[in-house]
């Protein structure tokens, strides 16, 4: 504190003093201090400048396991900072104080923030998934950590990703530990007016039962996300749509199982594994088994859609009801499907144990195994104009083995084959061939259909180029 008198003088005298007049010099520290976070990838600190006299402002950092460093230096009248050199999920502490050359300001008080990196963490941040996705925006990723969570989610339009941690380190183990249960209290998650940016992946959703009867796992409309490694078992719907209802959409679904769900409604129940309508879904090293329907599509009812159904399996779905029957692995109306390297066996229904084709349906089919299914793998409905084009593919007893209802057309191509397909071992889900299996290199010879070694194709679902293989999970 410096005190000041002021007097005037001459060569004869000098004035009285006047009042005496104190100046306190202190060097302040910022108020109001804050930090944002820039992006979900920086910090940035701000403050109010209230120190008149200073020379700048210092900026000292440290994480929860180290001690305060100086961070950097600033200039007099600064107000903010922008701190780019941050890690994901990293808590990071500050404190601010300005400085003259004599002196400094006591520190401001400690700020404490984290960057995710779009990332939000569950239970570390969030404790339940829906939070976290209450507070996502666009791009953000729900990271979930492997554990039971009864939920029963809807991601509100958003496109995000919502996955376990297989999606940073690819251990397949987190699939079936990683577990969203619907507790029979509507559907797992629903998925509406969502881009082709959301993805679902490595998870297993269970135990749901659907809302308004519809959609058990997951219920999706207007919709295209992608759905990747995910098991989707135990799931039922009163009606439509035991694993999976869409309608309107466009997904992608990638090495997926979609097991044990059902949709066994009082009177009709259509598509135990999946219900599409409208929609053009690609289906690629799916595994859709052990499904249910009432009446009809046991694996798959398809109505109004245009699916592209590759590398898949459908194997052991039934249609249990008699009034209809229809459709124990597939069910087609008003569709068009396309088929390739696709395994259908051991489906049943009254009519049309693989496939079942009602009104104005074409399925084209190649490099693909229809066995064992009942009581026959391909059936017409009366009516309707109905096509069929098959090659290179094993058709349990050829002609036998469809009923047109003197209704439709049927092309037979070339390479059709009637053989057991001497699978490894159908009571494991095992439907790899062996390697006496005549459907082995029997694909069509065109070098485009070649398996991932170079080889000529191999008819049914492990044959033919793919990204991965699929993974096997026992689903009793």
């Excluded at 922008?82 to 990293?90: C, T």
């Excluded at 009516?383 to 083995?401: R, V």
Aim: overall charge negative; glycine content about 10%.
């Amino acid at each position: 504190t410096y005190t000041y008198k002021i007097y005037a003088f001459t060569h004869i005298n000098n004035s009285g003093p006047t009042n005496t007049k104190s100046e306190l010099m202190v060097v302040y520290p910022p108020e109001n201090t804050d930090t944002q976070i820039i992006g979900d990838e920086k910090i940035r600190l701000v403050w109010d400048d209230v120190c008149k006299i200073e020379e700048g402002y210092k900026i000292e950092r440290k994480t929860k396991d180290s001690e305060f460093k100086l961070l950097t230096s600033l200039g007099p009248n600064s107000t903010y900072y922008l701190d780019s050199d941050v890690k994901e999920h990293i808590s990071y502490f500050y404190r601010i104080f300005a400085y003259t050359v004599k002196s400094k300001s006591e520190f401001s008080a400690v700020l404490e923030d984290v960057c995710h990196f779009g990332k939000l963490r569950i239970p570390e941040e969030y404790l339940t998934i829906q939070a976290a996705i209450d507070a996502a925006i666009d791009g953000n990723s729900v990271l979930i950590r492997p554990g039971l969570y009864k939920e029963n989610l809807n991601l509100q339009g958003k496109e995000v990703k919502i996955t376990s941690y297989y999606f940073e380190n690819q251990d397949s183990s987190l699939i079936k530990r990683t577990i969203i249960d619907g507790d029979s209290l509507g559907s797992v998650m629903r998925i509406e007016s969502c881009g082709e940016n959301t993805l679902i992946s490595g998870l297993t959703l269970q135990n749901g039962s659907g809302k308004d009867d519809r959609g058990g796992g997951i219920f999706i409309y207007n919709s295209d996300p992608k759905l990747e490694q995910l098991k989707i078992i135990n799931n039922s719907a009163v009606e439509f749509g035991g694993g999976i209802y869409m309608v309107d959409s466009n997904p992608t679904l990638s090495n997926v199982l979609i097991a044990n769900n059902s949709s066994n409604g009082n009177y009709d129940g259509y598509g135990g594994g999946l219900y599409l309508s409208d929609s053009k879904p690609v289906l690629m090293q799916v595994k859709i088994m052990n499904n249910t329907a009432r009446e009809f599509g046991g694996g798959l009812y398809v109505y109004h859609s245009d699916p592209i159904i590759k590398n898949t399996l459908i194997t052991n779905n039934d249609v249990v009801g008699n009034q209809y029957g229809h459709g124990g692995g597939i069910y087609s109306q008003y569709a068009n499907i396309a088929l390739s390297n696709v395994t259908l066996a051991g489906n049943n229904s009254l009519n049309g144990g693989a496939i079942f084709c009602n009104n104005d349906s074409e399925v084209n089919i190649i490099n693909t195994v229809l066995w064992n299914n009942q009581p026959q793998e391909i059936c017409y409905h009366k009516f309707g104009d109905i096509k069929t084009t098959i090659s290179y593919s094993l058709l349990d007893g050829m002609e036998d083995g469809i009923l047109t209802n003197n209704n439709g057309t049927i092309f037979m191509q070339a390479g059709l084959i009637n053989n057991e397909p001497q699978f490894i071992d159908i009571k494991k889900d095992n439907f790899r061939l062996q390697g006496n299996s005549a459907c082995k290199d029997a694909g069509n010879p065109d070098e485009k259909y070649n398996d991932s070694d170079g080889t000529r194709n191999d008819i049914g679902a492990y044959g033919g180029k793919k990204n991965r293989r699929i993974e096997f999970y026992r689903t009793k």
